[in-house]
């Protein structure tokens, strides 16, 4: 995969270890680029000092942040037509459309399995 959009449930699987951590590893690994909302900072962030684990520079270093200059409610309206999000999960698969509106041209990576369905039925390759 060349270019893959990575969600911050994803990494945040990978910095606690989860069972599919090692998995997650190999698809990070796999991209040339990877992309994500600025969001995702916050998010890992948030995760992890709540764990009380330090944050580890490595995990957020590859990734290329997307600053929308406008409204995402072409890509939000497109989303919610493929399924129910909440609103992180949702702004981070509209983030990925708002990137690459082909979207079978885009990798999107996550450990959340309703994210994941919705990506899915968007066009994503996951």
Known sequence: MTIA??????LVAVALGEEEHQ??????????????????????RS?????RIPAAPKLLGRIQWIFPDRVLTREIERVLGAGRLRG???????TA??????PSELTF??????QREVAVAVGFRV
Do not use: I
């Open 88 to 94: 992180a999960d949702l702004w981070h698969v509209a």
């Open 5 to 10: 959009y990575v969600d911050s449930s994803l």
């Open 109 to 114: 990576l996550t450990a959340d399995m309703r």
């Open 97 to 102: 459309l708002y990137l690459e509106p082909s």
């Open 47 to 51: 995760a992890l000092t709540r764990e």
């Open 23 to 44: 998995r997650h590893v190999s698809r990070l690994d796999g991209a040339r680029r990877l992309v994500s909302s600025n969001l995702l900072e916050a998010e890992v």
